[in-house]
């Protein structure tokens, strides 16, 4: 007698995809991308998340964000979906001065001059744009010795003075900056400021911008669209500086981001 084995077919149905995919790490001043269904809102911790065409978004992580945050997202079907994030601490650099208090009150005239920076400075932050680099992989703007790490800060006789904002890259005056990814310049300062000198701004969208400190020269104007890895000025030592020195500080809104975590280490 021959047996037939007889086969069963089952009927797999497809795993759908999760409404909210995310890429990168959860952490202080980190930044991440991700999906969801085209027509979807979107919100972090209750504020407005800004969602392309085509479902991509990005979102970011204060240097003193705190533990946990909430992703929600309203989907074209109507579903709201809550994604629970974990923010990983990071062990900042802090150096402790104790016998030495921190540095005296600024003068009126610095206090006069001030104001209008910073107004100049929040002006273009609130200028959005239709820059794309937000989608590319960030690139150093210069390459060289890291001098200086975002979110190290100094404790004067007890009292935090401020974090670093941005890494600093020490190199020669006149070495050229590029562009870390494509962008549109909302701020060239026609004049050095007071702490940053000769200051350019670049956004890459989504509320995504990178600042260029200390420079000797800016070469492109408000409103030029540049390229990655485009010549946008040179390194220099203008406003509060103690020797020539890039330093790039990245904002997503309001939140400070470490520009090392999207560029990657330094290239030798």
Do not use: C
Request: proline share 10%.
């Amino acid at each position: 007698m021959i047996a037939f084995a007889a086969t069963l077919l089952v009927a797999v149905q497809p795993v759908p995809a999760p409404a909210i995919m995310l890429t990168g790490s959860l952490g202080q001043g980190a930044t991440m991308t991700g999906q969801v269904p085209p027509g979807s809102i979107l919100t972090l911790n209750g504020q407005p998340v800004a969602v392309a065409p085509d479902g991509a978004f990005l979102i970011a992580f204060d240097r003193d964000a705190g533990p946990v945050a909430a992703l929600v997202a309203i989907l074209p079907d109507g579903r709201r979906l809550v994604r629970p994030l974990t923010i990983a601490p990071r062990a900042w650099r802090i150096e402790r001065l104790p016998t030495l208090p921190r540095i005296s009150q600024p003068t009126p005239e610095f206090q006069r001059r001030r104001a209008p920076e910073l107004a100049q400075i929040a002006a273009a932050r609130d200028r959005a744009t239709d820059a794309q680099g937000w989608r590319q992989r960030f690139v150093w703007p210069v390459r060289g010795r890291v001098s200086g790490l975002f979110g190290a800060q100094r404790i004067y006789a007890g009292e935090p003075g401020a974090y670093h904002s941005g890494v600093d890259v020490a190199r020669p005056t006149g070495t050229p900056v590029a562009a870390p990814a494509d962008g549109v310049v909302i701020l060239a300062a026609p004049t050095p400021f007071t702490l940053e000198g000769n200051l350019l701004m670049i956004d890459h969208g989504m509320g995504l911008n990178s600042a260029f400190l200390h420079l000797s020269r800016i070469d492109v104007a408000v409103g030029d669209r540049v390229a990655q890895g485009q010549v946008v000025g040179a390194i220099g030592a203008t406003g509060r500086a103690t020797g020539p020195h890039l330093h790039w500080g990245m904002k997503w809104h309001d939140a400070r981001i470490d520009p090392l975590l999207l560029a990657g280490p330094m290239p030798q």
